[in-house]
T-cell receptor, first 112, second 111 residues
Framework: DTAVSQTPKYLVTQMGNDKSIKCEQN?????MYWYKQDSKKFLKIMFS???????INETVPNRFSPKSPDKAHLNLHINSLELGDSAVYFC???????????FGPGTRLTVT | KQEVTQIPAALSVPEGENLVLNCSFT??????LQWFRQDPGKGLTSLLL?????REQTSGRLNASLDKSSGRSTLYIAASQPGDSATYLC??????????FGTGTRLQVFP
């Protein structure tokens, strides 16, 4: 059974386009996250939601807009894509306050 | 500002060796520390979670220790196998459930 799933796995698009990445977890967790892994493999948090409420926004450009329709889903919409947005985006989930975070398989975004 | 560093950046060992991966963090005010494994082109698999009040955690051939006051954690892998080849990441949890990741250690175990 897939715990944290993301779609699509790969996304290739041109500069200026708008795209979305979807994330779903079936673990019953209240908290979900988006992380970005850059070309140097460094992972950094972008957003965190707890029970559909935004908790963390790590000075991410407002071209990035997370949306949580319910506590099992956290989607990431990106407007006006730029070359520098090329990265692997990981979704994760956890119970709140100090429990393990479980990661999805990642979405490799390539902006040309 | 919390910074997490992992040493070495890369490690290549023959099968069967015991090895130690190091993780250091600059601010001891952490809630817990988590070790992950990442295979090429894949997501992260959680290996061990150590709460700030704990000193170590064990899972099979893996043992992780935490010395919060000195800002250090080690991941000990016993009797390494080629299947252990991956990048190992440590991450500390600071306020509001945010994980700060280290720079990673790329491990290769050759037969």
């Amino acid at each position: 059974d897939t715990a944290v799933s993301q779609t699509p796995k790969y996304l290739v698009t041109q500069m200026g386009n708008d795209k979305s990445i979807k994330c779903e977890q079936n673990l019953g967790h209240d908290t979900m996250y988006w992380y970005k892994q850059d070309s140097k493999k460094f992972l950094k948090i972008m957003f965190s939601y707890n029970n559909k409420e935004l908790i963390i926004n790590e000075t991410v450009p407002n071209r990035f807009s997370p949306k949580s329709p319910d506590k099992a889903h956290l989607n990431l919409h990106i407007n006006s894509l730029e070359l520098g947005d090329s990265a692997v985006y990981f979704c994760a989930s956890s119970l709140p306050r100090g429990y393990e975070q479980y990661f999805g398989p990642g979405t490799r975004l390539t902006v040309t | 500002k919390q910074e997490v560093t992992q040493i070495p950046a890369a490690l290549s060992v023959p099968e069967g060796e015991n090895l130690v991966l190091n993780c250091s963090f600059t601010d001891s005010a952490i809630y817990n520390l988590q070790w992950f494994r990442q295979d090429p082109g894949k997501g992260l698999t959680s290996l061990l979670l150590i709460q700030s009040s704990q000193r170590e955690q064990t899972s099979g051939r893996l043992n992780a220790s935490l010395d919060k006051s000195s800002g250090r954690s080690t991941l000990y892998i016993a009797a390494s196998q080629p299947g252990d080849s991956a990048t190992y990441l440590c991450a500390v949890r600071v306020d509001t459930d945010k994980l700060i990741f280290g720079t990673g250690t790329r491990l290769q175990v050759f037969p």
